[in-house]
């Protein structure tokens, strides 16, 4: 029995259904948004889509209590909201690191709607890039 059991267990079945619907979505328009960055021209609407998905995402796992995921996510909307400040911050160096970030939410959603557990954090993930 993983992750997504007890879930269920726990919360009503379409509530879990309703969440990995939308963390199945979000994970998949993260790495297009992530690699937008790149072009000055939608960076800011991209900067705003990503806080806004890390957010969801950010409030979803906490009331869900996968706290693992919900750290992450809060780190991710954090960065992003300083990211948001000042768009001249976004690197070659913050660009990879969401793209780590991206990953790892993506094998996380695999995990949970396979029902095995959460792997630990890609270590590399934790040096978050210096803004500023």
Same mark, same amino acid.
Do not use: C
């Given at each position: 029995?993983?992750?997504?059991?007890? &879930?269920?267990?726990?919360? #009503?079945?379409?509530? +879990?259904?309703?969440? !990995?619907?939308?963390?199945?979505?979000?994970?998949? $328009? @993260?790495?297009? %948004?992530?690699?937008?960055? /790149?072009?000055?021209?939608?960076?800011?609407?991209?900067?705003?889509?990503?806080?806004?998905?890390?957010?969801?995402?950010?409030? %979803?796992?906490?009331?869900?209590?996968?706290?693992?995921?919900?750290? &992450? %996510? =809060?780190? %991710?909307? =954090?960065? @992003?909201?300083? $990211?948001?400040?000042?768009?001249?911050? +976004?690197?070659? =160096?913050?660009? #990879?690191?969401?793209? !780590? $970030?991206?990953?790892?939410?993506?094998?996380?959603?695999? /995990?949970?709607?396979?029902?095995?557990?959460?792997?630990?954090? #890609?270590?590399?993930?934790?040096?978050?890039?210096?803004?500023?």
């Amino acid at each position: 029995m993983g992750i997504r059991s007890r &879930l269920e267990r726990e919360f #009503d079945y379409d509530i +879990v259904d309703e969440f !990995l619907d939308h963390f199945d979505v979000m994970t998949e $328009v @993260m790495e297009p %948004a992530i690699i937008s960055l /790149e072009k000055e021209d939608v960076r800011e609407d991209k900067i705003n889509e990503l806080f806004r998905i890390f957010h969801n995402i950010k409030s %979803a796992t906490s009331f869900l209590k996968l706290e693992r995921v919900h750290l &992450l %996510a =809060e780190l %991710a909307e =954090e960065t @992003m909201e300083r $990211v948001r400040e000042e768009p001249s911050l +976004v690197s070659e =160096e913050l660009i #990879d690191w969401l793209l !780590l $970030v991206s990953d790892q939410f993506r094998s996380w959603y695999s /995990e949970i709607s396979s029902d095995g557990e959460l792997e630990d954090i #890609d270590p590399k993930i934790l040096l978050v890039p210096k803004l500023g």
